[in-house]
């Protein structure tokens, strides 16, 4: 079974400052897709960022970019020129490329931007 | 767009009442939909599994009597919480595979909050 884990509850960080969320999985897999989701206030899940594990290079959406290392199983999210909206929970999941299964979460960071 | 919808928003009933939430896929098909339950600052926990035509797969946990799962298209899924409780109180959420696209691709609802009074 895949585990995700996200060792940092919560994070705060300065407007217009960087900001970086870590993450970890276990898996056996070697065909995956691993991904940051982002929830705000309203809850509804909004995808941030994809990474294919057999891509080597680094997946960057604007201001948002991975830190992906699949031999150490890490995958950290980096956030740019941070902003009030950007203020949210964060998860890490991970999806196995076989069959139709479910993503598997970690427990999420809770990101505060301070004006 | 694939877009997914999520009805009631909220929803607020008596304890031993049930409820029924419908979890839609406007857009595109989903053969394979996903329930989530979601607590207060928590992650999201998956409940079951939802395959259109057949019977839902559920975790470790969740009693199959208590939520009823039912996939009867392959655009709308709806789980029933039978004789709602205060403990199940909580935040549903579901998700839907698109098929068509690269690596079955989820897509999610906007979520219904559950109140037992």
């Known amino acids: 079974a895949q585990t995700v884990t996200q060792s940092q509850p919560e994070m705060s960080v300065q407007e217009a400052e960087t900001v970086t969320l870590s993450c970890t999985y276990d898996?056996?897999?070697?065909?995956?897709?691993l991904f940051w989701y982002k929830q705000p206030p309203s809850r509804q899940m909004i995808l941030v960022i994809r990474?294919?594990?057999?891509?080597?290079q680094n997946a960057t959406e604007n201001r948002f970019s991975v830190n992906f290392q699949k031999a150490a199983k890490s995958f950290s999210l980096k956030i740019s020129d941070s902003q009030l909206g950007d203020t949210a929970m964060y998860f890490c999941?991970?999806?196995?490329?076989?069959?139709?299964?479910?993503?598997?979460f970690g427990k999420g960071t809770r990101l505060s931007v301070i004006a | 767009g694939a877009v997914v919808s999520q009805h009631p928003s909220r929803v607020i009933c008596k304890s031993g009442t049930s409820v029924k939430i419908e979890c839609r896929s406007l857009?595109?098909?989903?053969?394979?939909m996903f329930w989530y339950r979601q607590f207060p600052k928590q992650s999201l926990m998956l409940m079951a599994t939802?395959?259109?035509?057949?019977?839902?797969?559920?975790e470790q946990g969740v009693e199959k009597d208590k939520f009823l799962i039912n996939h009867a298209s392959l655009t709308l899924s709806t789980l029933t919480v039978t004789s709602a409780h205060p403990e199940d109180s909580s935040f549903y959420i579901c998700?839907?595979?698109?098929?068509?696209?690269?690596?079955?691709?989820?897509?999610f609802g906007p979520g219904t909050r559950l109140t037992v009074l």
């Open positions: 898996t056996s897999e070697s065909n995956y897709y």
């Open positions: 998700s839907a595979i698109n098929s068509g696209r690269k690596y079955n691709e989820q897509f």
């Open positions: 857009d595109f098909q989903a053969t394979t």
């Open positions: 999941a991970f999806l196995q490329n076989s069959g139709n299964t479910p993503l598997v």
């Open positions: 939802s395959n259109e035509g057949s019977k839902a797969t559920y």
């Open positions: 990474q294919e594990a057999y891509k080597q």
